[in-house]
């Protein structure tokens, strides 16, 4: 099944000028600054959060010009914390290319990656919408909190559950919940409306963060990030979480431990994710990305328009079934 092309069908207009709108927002006409956003704007990428803002809308009224400022303000904002991201962990890939700081150098980074958030807040205040500029500002803090909690995380010698969802929640799940609940308002949504889209983007966002770990456990040049990168960064996530704390091997404790120190090499990652697929870990995470996908199926159910079930439905699965 092509779910890109079922989810975009009701919106396919309405995205286009929103891609159009986003390269304008990323364009400067020379310099530096020219290159490093022209070098961004070849991420292209799904545009996932965007396109769940835009059906959102449609699915409670119309899609409008608040919509799509709104949906570009969030892009651009995630686009920033991005760049930014990969100057905190030093990664040097993106998405299959080279990531900015990785072309150039940490200071260009950070500086685009503040023109553009400086960008995100001008696009969401044409909105003219006190709420949702308020709700994008607030984003943004939460996001900064989410890696701030997940570096702190690091250095916490418990392996818990519990501390992974909250990490995961204000990283990723906290973006999804946003375009939900962006698109709702700028449609006129009432209250209890707007509380089950935001759950709903939860739940996809959730969903989304767990698949994207679990790649970490697969060789795969689709990814576009190094297979085993989070371990290499200190980062225990939900399989090998799972594996850890429902097994009694202390060789592997005593790995994890290198994990968080940032003393483990990659044959000992190896031995890691292989022990990890031996004691469930990764059943284990689908498991609870099956049980994020009913409470996401149940809003579908009962508060999409009938008319666009397909396409959430197939939003949904594309999330949960994605390979890349």
């Known amino acids: ?7 975009r069908k009701p919106i396919e207009g309405e995205m286009n000028n929103f891609v159009e709108l986003f390269n304008q927002c990323l364009s400067e006409e020379d310099g530096l ?3 490093v956003l022209s070098h961004i704007r070849q991420r292209g990428g799904k545009r996932m959060r965007p396109i769940l803002i835009l059906l959102t809308a449609l ?9 799509q400022n709104s949906a570009l303000g969030l892009e651009l904002l995630h686009t920033a914390s991005l760049v930014h991201d990969d100057v905190v962990d030093e990664s040097s890939e993106r998405r299959g290319q080279a990531s900015v700081n990785a072309s150039y150098n940490n200071k260009v980074a950070v500086l685009v990656g503040d023109y553009i958030l400086s960008t995100a807040l001008l696009r969401v205040a044409l909105s003219n919408n006190h709420r949702i500029v308020q709700l994008l500002a607030d984003l943004g803090r939460i996001l900064a909190a989410g890696e701030i909690l997940q570096l702190s995380n690091i250095s916490n010698q418990e392996i818990s559950e519990d501390v992974y969802y909250q990490v995961i929640n204000k990283k990723t799940a906290v973006l999804f919940e946003a375009c939900s609940e962006l698109g709702a308002i700028s449609a006129g949504a009432s209250e ?7 759950k ?23 990814i576009g990030k190094p297979t085993g990168n989070d371990m290499t960064e200190g980062k225990l996530t939900l399989p090998v979480i799972y594996a850890l704390n429902n097994s009694n091997y202390e060789s592997m404790q005593t790995l994890a431990k290198k994990v968080k120190a940032g003393t483990i090499n990659s044959d000992e990652i190896a031995v890691l994710v292989e022990f990890t697929k031996q004691h469930g870990g990764i059943e284990y995470a689908e498991q609870k990305m099956e049980e994020f996908a009913q409470e996401a199926q149940k809003y579908i159910d009962e508060s999409v328009k009938p008319e666009l079930k397909e396409a959430f439905t197939a939003y949904l699965e594309y999330v949960i079934q994605r390979n890349k």
């Open 1 to 7: 099944m092509d779910y890109l092309s079922t989810i």
């Open 33 to 35: 600054l020219g290159t």
């Open 59 to 67: 699915n409670y009224g119309k899609i409008s010009d608040v919509t």
């Open 192 to 198: 209890a409306e707007i509380a089950k889209a935001r």
């Open 200 to 222: 709903f983007g939860h739940n996809i966002g959730m969903i989304f963060q767990i698949r994207d770990d679990i790649f970490d456990y697969y060789d795969s040049k689709e």
